[in-house]
């Protein structure tokens, strides 16, 4: 079939769903400069301010213990390395005070797949979490551990998410979406759960009214098709959310970190985004997710200048300055903010920086955020 990249590109101006054909057209011919004038007229349409979002937060990890067995993945240790760790209450009350101190109020807390951590271990690791600190944030999890809770227990996402929600869990991360097709999947996370109940887990969390985000993590093995197909998949479980939830608050795509990795070694995948084809991807998330408000730039994984320029492409959100992180980049991601240099680097591509919350609510800049943190914090930033 024939397409017209001038008739698509004012289809998406429109806010207008476009087919993985119509996406993939324009991916494939449409102009950066094009894509990236659509991306930034739907970014004011959606966000009609002059602000860039920021968060101070931590990614902190339950266990390294896995059964995954993730290509891309150099964090996780078979159960019963000698590396192997579960996180202790003293470990997580040190990290959530000194998050405090740098003006943080959330824990981005994610880790393996424990073939004998389940349902009560999460519930009560986020009661005492929450009884210890009630303003603590819980951004916590994600669906793939969610659909292996679901399978230890052998009951439903729904009673799964019920009861981790009273339990305290704040909000819904994207993690574990890599490419949602599954003959993707097969070769890169063979035992993490499929595409459709990734996409399933989000259904019922929306249900609950529980926010999430959504990602991708392309760049690797993957055909643009599938690229596409990923993002219409998004758009669909978005549109089918309860009117009162707000579903995905946003969208984060990054490329694949191929550092050392088995998916580098065995198949050969390797990390060849460019600037360029990063940008396109933002731009192109922001015309195929009309129902997304919130496009995040990872400049953790592409660096500051790229995602200064993604600002003027679609992205409205600079993501958090990762007090912690330890995922992303065992696989590579070398790139470092502080707070002063996250909001240097978004006043520099012509925004106004604004401390967020995981609502993407405004907050104001905490005044006990660390001078350590604005004066030697390592900034790796290119």
Not at 307 to 318: E, I, P, S, V, Y
Request: aromatic share 8%; proline share 3%; hydrophobic share 40%.
């Amino acid at each position: 079939m024939e397409f017209n990249t001038a008739d698509l590109l004012q289809k998406g101006l429109k806010l207008e769903h476009l087919s993985i054909e119509e996406g993939l057209h324009l991916l494939e011919n449409a102009s950066t400069a094009e894509l990236m004038m659509v991306g930034n007229e739907l970014r004011k349409h959606h966000v009609p301010h002059n602000k860039v979002t920021w968060i101070i937060d931590r990614n902190s990890n339950t266990t390294n213990v896995c059964v995954a067995n993730c290509k891309f993945c150099n964090f996780y240790r078979r159960p019963g390395h000698e590396e192997s760790y579960i996180t202790t209450i003293e470990e997580y009350k040190q990290k959530i005070e000194e998050t405090f101190e740098y003006g943080g109020d959330q824990l981005l807390l994610q880790g393996g797949h424990h073939p004998d951590l389940g349902l009560q271990f999460y519930c009560d690791l986020f009661s005492e979490l929450k009884s210890l600190y009630p303003q603590l944030k819980l951004h916590a999890l994600g669906p793939p551990e969610i659909a292996h809770i679901t399978k230890l227990e052998k009951s439903t996402h729904e009673e799964v998410l019920k009861a981790l929600k009273k339990s305290g869990l704040d909000s819904l991360p994207g993690a574990g979406a890599e490419i949602l097709n599954d003959r993707v999947r097969r070769l890169i996370s063979k035992g993490k759960c499929s595409g459709q109940e990734w996409l399933d887990v989000m259904r019922a969390a929306h249900k609950l009214d529980i926010t999430t985000s959504a990602t991708m993590m392309f760049g690797h093995i993957e055909t643009n098709y599938e690229r596409l197909e990923h993002l219409v998949w998004l758009r669909q479980v978005q549109s089918e959310k309860p009117a009162h939830a707000k579903g995905f608050i946003a969208f984060i795509p990054w490329p694949f970190m191929d550092e050392d990795t088995i998916l580098k070694k065995i198949k050969r995948a390797r990390n060849t985004c460019t600037a360029d084809e990063y940008i396109r991807m933002i731009a192109l998330s922001r015309i195929m997710l009309p129902n997304i408000t919130n496009i995040q730039a990872s400049w953790l994984t592409v660096g500051k200048k790229t995602a200064q320029l993604c600002l003027h492409a679609g992205a409205n959100d600079f993501g958090s300055i990762m007090i912690e992180e330890n995922v992303v980049s065992a696989a590579g991601a070398a790139f470092r903010f502080t707070a002063q240099g996250i909001q240097d680097a978004i006043r520099e591509a012509g925004f106004i920086p604004q401390l967020r919350t995981q609502q993407y609510e405004d907050r104001s800049l905490p005044s006990n955020i660390k001078q350590q943190q604005l004066d030697t914090a390592t900034m790796m930033v290119d």
